[in-house]
């Protein structure tokens, strides 16, 4: 798949030179529909968030996508040190189907007179040719700016501990009031086989329901530091490939829904 996306890119470029800029622009969009992104809020109470990064990417690649890792998040590394004016210099090429963009901070120099760092997406994409699935790791705020109102289902991250679930459903939040955001997924750094995992996850399911009117879309748990097979885990499969298939011109719900029912609406005012 990577050669022919690349051989498409090249045809389109060549095309390109000999139309009109009308007929340009129309296959400089055509390009950028091909191109898909995945947003996950960062979550600082989720000790292997990077071990979870490596987890996620990988197991996208295994869908056949060329995936482009930008990290974001006030947990990332440092940026190169052109990345402001040159993101190309910062990306750094790990396999045939896998690159990493260090960009902690970057998307604040993309902000337009609107507050809206969207630019930032076509600017990565564009230092990185030939990737076609953009795996986004920011901070929620920053994540709010740079998606705005695309129609995505945003990937939420947590862990077996109480504070990390109260973020998850902090950014939940965030995302719901900045983007009209309505539905998420999740992904638990977590031993599957852990007894009150499921409940954890359908703690904050009926908590984004009752509080948020949000839906948990669906849920996996993987171990990223101690299974070194958690990127095949079959709940993480499922996941991304209904990610995968989303049509962005249309909300996509479960067929089954991956949870009970959650109780009718507290009136309380907090779910914690």
């Known amino acids: 798949m990577g050669e022919s996306f690349v051989m498409r890119r090249a045809a389109f470029a060549a095309a390109a030179a000999r139309q009109p800029a ?16 995945l947003a996950v809020a960062a979550n600082p109470f989720v000790p292997a968030s990077q071990a979870l990064l490596e987890t996620l990417s990988a197991a996208l690649a295994a869908h056949g996508r060329r995936v482009l890792v930008v990290d974001a998040a006030s947990s990332a590394p440092p940026p190169h040190e052109t990345a402001l004016f040159d993101l190309a210099a910062g990306v750094e090429r790990l396999d045939d189907h896998l690159s990493y963009l260090a960009a902690r901070g970057v998307p604040l120099a993309h ?28 901070d929620p705020s920053d994540l709010a700016r740079i998606i705005g109102r695309r129609p995505l289902r945003p990937l939420l991250v947590g862990a077996d501990r109480p504070e990390s679930i109260k973020q998850a459903y902090a950014a939940a939040k965030l995302l719901v009031q900045r983007c009209g955001l309505m539905t998420f997924d999740l992904v638990l750094a977590a031993d599957p086989e852990r007894p009150r995992v499921p409940a954890i996850a359908e703690r904050l399911a009926s908590c ?34 209904a990610q995968l298939a989303l049509d962005e011109a249309a909300p996509h719900l479960p067929a089954t829904p991956q949870r009970s029912t959650p109780p009718a609406r507290a009136a309380a005012p907090s779910p914690f």
Request: a negative charge; glycine letters at 6%; aromatic letters at 8%.
């Open 208 to 241: 984004a329901d009752s509080f948020l009117g949000a839906v948990l879309h669906d849920w996996a748990a993987v171990d990223p530091l101690f299974d070194p097979a958690a990127a095949q885990d079959p709940a993480l499969q499922r996941l991304l490939a």
């Open 22 to 37: 009308d007929q340009a622009s129309g296959l400089r969009r055509l390009f950028a529909s091909r191109r898909r992104l």
């Open 111 to 138: 902000v337009d007179t609107h507050g809206s760092a969207a630019a930032f997406i076509d600017a990565a994409f564009d230092a990185a040719p030939g990737h076609d699935l953009m795996l986004l790791h920011a």
